[in-house]
């Protein structure tokens, strides 16, 4: 990838970010605009939520549409990947990031609450990926980031089903990148600690900062500057089947 000369490395590139209405993906899609990327910013329900993000990428001087999907269901992952062609032709970057929780003890978790984070948070990754690796095959060039989190690698009281699509995230990022890699895609994954989310308000507690070697917890722009990083730095181009941890400490291998 070669740095263009107006420093804007991802310029004339397609990025398509997913639950990217608020959080760190909005985070990371506003990253990516500022790399002079054409971004989708997929959303499930926010769709005011996901026009703001829209109109911020457009006073950047950045492109951007907005499109409703839920990635768990196939049909509306292959709307979402044919709608980018139609309007770019091509998709550079994947950022995997849609993702919801449905915390509660493993003895009073319902099949329904397993099966839903199940379904967003690894079949979603999935879905995603298998559909736009289809297009980067053919470029012969791409890069994907999987948000994955502290959660898939330490579990977390509360998170039976969290913790597992998360660990699953980072065995298929490895997979994905053995065999994605002699045709020049990266895939790795971001494992975040706690980052200041409306997904993690509830847990924001002195007594968690214990566990933080840094003691603070970590926000939204800089998990998406590691996200920038791998999708945009020509530095990243030899790296691809790793998690990469961002979270003040909290996990040390």
């Given at each position: 990838?070669?740095?263009?000369?107006?420093?804007?490395?991802?310029?004339?590139?397609?990025?398509?970010?997913?639950?990217?209405?608020?959080?760190?993906?909005?985070?990371?899609?506003?990253?990516?605009?500022?790399?002079?990327?054409?971004?989708?910013?997929?959303?499930?329900?926010?769709?005011?939520?996901a026009e703001a993000v829209v109109a911020e990428i457009g006073a950047m001087g950045s492109?951007?549409?907005?499109?409703?999907?839920?990635?768990?269901?196939?049909?509306q992952v292959e709307a979402l990947l044919s709608a980018t062609i139609a309007q770019w032709?091509?998709?550079?970057?994947?950022?995997?990031?849609?993702?919801?929780?449905?915390?509660?003890?493993?003895?009073?978790?319902?099949?329904?609450?397993?099966?839903?984070?199940?379904?967003?948070?690894?079949?979603?990754?999935?879905?995603?990926?298998?559909?736009?690796?289809?297009?980067?095959?053919?470029?012969?060039?791409?890069?994907?980031?999987?948000?994955?989190?502290?959660?898939?690698?330490?579990?977390?009281?509360?998170?039976?089903?969290?913790?597992?699509?998360?660990?699953?995230?980072?065995?298929?990022?490895?997979?994905?990148?053995?065999?994605?890699?002699?045709?020049?895609?990266?895939?790795n994954a971001v494992a975040p600690g706690f980052i200041v989310t409306d997904m993690t308000?509830?847990?924001?507690?002195?007594?968690?900062?214990?566990?933080?070697?840094?003691?603070?917890?970590?926000?939204?722009?800089?998990?998406?500057?590691?996200?920038?990083?791998?999708?945009?730095?020509?530095?990243?181009?030899?790296?691809?089947?790793?998690?990469?941890?961002?979270?003040?400490?909290?996990?040390?291998?």
């Amino acid at each position: 990838m070669n740095e263009p000369q107006n420093g804007q490395r991802l310029s004339g590139q397609v990025a398509i970010v997913t639950g990217a209405s608020r959080g760190i993906g909005r985070a990371v899609a506003l990253a990516l605009a500022a790399e002079g990327a054409k971004v989708v910013v997929n959303y499930a329900s926010s769709s005011a939520a996901a026009e703001a993000v829209v109109a911020e990428i457009g006073a950047m001087g950045s492109e951007a549409i907005g499109f409703q999907a839920d990635v768990s269901q196939p049909d509306q992952v292959e709307a979402l990947l044919s709608a980018t062609i139609a309007q770019w032709s091509r998709v550079d970057v994947l950022v995997n990031n849609a993702g919801i929780t449905r915390d509660t003890l493993l003895l009073r978790m319902k099949l329904e609450d397993w099966q839903a984070v199940i379904d967003l948070n690894l079949t979603g990754v999935f879905l995603c990926t298998k559909a736009v690796s289809k297009v980067m095959l053919k470029q012969r060039s791409g890069r994907m980031i999987n948000i994955a989190s502290v959660s898939g690698q330490m579990g977390n009281p509360g998170q039976a089903n969290y913790s597992a699509a998360k660990a699953g995230v980072i065995g298929f990022t490895k997979t994905v990148a053995k065999e994605l890699a002699s045709r020049g895609i990266t895939v790795n994954a971001v494992a975040p600690g706690f980052i200041v989310t409306d997904m993690t308000h509830d847990v924001q507690t002195e007594e968690l900062l214990k566990y933080i070697p840094l003691g603070r917890y970590g926000q939204p722009e800089e998990v998406a500057g590691l996200v920038r990083f791998l999708a945009a730095d020509p530095a990243a181009a030899y790296i691809t089947g790793q998690v990469m941890n961002i979270d003040g400490g909290m996990v040390m291998a």
